[in-house]
């Protein structure tokens, strides 16, 4: 896979947080997702919560699995430390990672295929141990990197690109994570960057495992009649060894609407989401009415965005529950990190 690294010529008047550093300092390679994909746009909301919260780019962990979402973490903060795991065995590496230095921020972006098919077990283990990281789901309802077929998170009756209906119904990622006793639950819309962001940078703090779901419209598969997330145009020019697809041009979708208020999104095939803001005394830290208000709006049509589930940080999170030491593993000294055969034996002792 070929990367292109932007330009990274700097206007010398752009805002500079308490680092010294610009927005430009976060970025990563040029995109090369379809233009309009929703995924492009939590690229940019991923680089500006990095920025707003001046996180050192050393600092930063980017991770992923395999699928349209997974190439995200090239497109920004380039200057962090990245790797690319393989199809939905990207918790597994994190906790591998967290467990050997706690004294980052890490952030893994998987999508609906990622985290709920192959690497459902694996995300629903990182959810009990509680994990310190930032898990975002790109969640578009589809396989975009195989051409459209019904994710997890695809909804009853909506229609693939060649016409077959859902009948199977959806995993939600929101309800499964309160339900596992996740304690940081969001959702949000790719489009919404006011309310995205903000999201993102308490995630990166929150001292546990963070869960963002995110609706992020595709714009290859989701033009036809009857899609409830993504959007499908697609020309396909067949040559006896050639298959060629021709992905036009579409505008960036956004929204922009108060607490509590409902707004619906038109996506580019002319289908509509109903998206509902949480209202302003909503109150996140009541697991149990946070998962019946999830439930009892998606009866409605209602998509909720915000953050809808918050539990204080009394739990044992992942290295307390495991005495950890505070000192990253990489700087102990060898003389504790191999205290010699006398010791071993007494270890082993304990389990004779």
Same mark, same amino acid.
């Given at each position: ?36 994909? @929703?995924? /492009? ?11 707003? =919260? ?22 920004? $903060?380039?200057? &962090? ?25 890490? $952030?893994?972006?998987?999508? /609906? ?5 192959? &690497?459902? !077990?694996?995300?629903?283990?990182? =959810? ?8 975002? =789901?790109?969640?578009? !309802? ?10 997890? *998170?695809?909804?009853?009756?909506? %229609?693939? %690109? ?11 990622? $929101? ?7 996740? !304690? ?8 919404? %960057? ?10 990166? %703090?929150?001292? &546990? ?13 989701? /033009?036809?009649?009857? *899609? ?31 607490? @509590? ?21 909503? /109150? ?7 998962? !019946? ?12 965005? @915000?953050? +809808? ?6 739990? *044992? ?11 990253? +593993?990489?700087? +102990? ?20």
């Amino acid at each position: 896979m070929t990367f292109i690294p932007k330009p990274k010529v700097a206007h010398p008047s752009l805002p500079k947080n308490a680092l010294g550093l610009t927005r430009r300092d976060y970025e990563g390679a040029l995109s090369t997702l379809c233009a309009g994909c @929703g995924h /492009d746009s939590i690229t940019a909301a991923i680089i500006e919560a990095c920025w707003g =919260i001046s996180a050192r780019p050393e600092n930063v962990v980017k991770l992923s699995g395999i699928g349209c979402s997974s190439k995200t973490t090239a497109y920004f $903060v380039s200057g &962090g430390h990245g790797f690319n795991s393989v199809h939905g065995r990207m918790p597994s590496i994190a906790m591998g990672a967290n467990a050997a230095n706690r004294d980052l921020y890490y $952030v893994g972006v998987s999508g /609906d295929g990622d985290s709920l098919s192959i &690497g459902l !077990g694996q995300f629903c283990h990182a =959810i009990r141990r509680n994990l310190n990281m930032l898990y975002l =789901i790109e969640n578009n !309802g589809v396989y975009g990197l195989t051409k459209g077929q019904f994710s997890a *998170s695809a909804d009853i009756g909506t %229609k693939a %690109k060649k016409g077959e209906v859902n009948q199977q119904p959806p995993i939600d990622p $929101v309800l499964l994570a309160m339900n596992l006793g996740a !304690g940081f639950v969001a959702r949000s819309f790719s489009g919404d %960057k006011a309310q995205l962001v903000p999201l993102i940078q308490a995630g990166l %703090k929150y001292p &546990g495992f963070a869960v963002i779901d995110v609706l992020s419209p595709c714009v290859t598969f989701n /033009d036809h009649e009857g *899609s409830t997330k993504s959007y499908a145009y697609t020309r396909e020019h067949f040559e006896p060894v050639v298959q060629a697809d021709f992905v036009p041009f579409q505008r960036e979708i956004t929204a922009d609407y108060g607490a @509590g208020q409902a707004m619906p999104v038109v996506l580019h095939d002319g289908s509509r989401i109903l998206l509902r803001k949480l209202a302003e005394d909503y /109150d996140p830290t009541d697991a149990g009415r946070a998962y !019946g208000y999830v439930q009892e709006h998606i009866a409605k049509g209602e998509v909720l965005t @915000g953050l +809808l589930h918050l539990r204080p940080t009394d739990q *044992s999170e992942f290295h307390a529950l495991n005495r950890t030491p505070e000192q990253p +593993l990489n700087q +102990l000294p060898y003389a504790k990190l191999s205290p010699g055969s006398k010791a071993l034996e007494k270890v082993l002792a304990r389990y004779r």
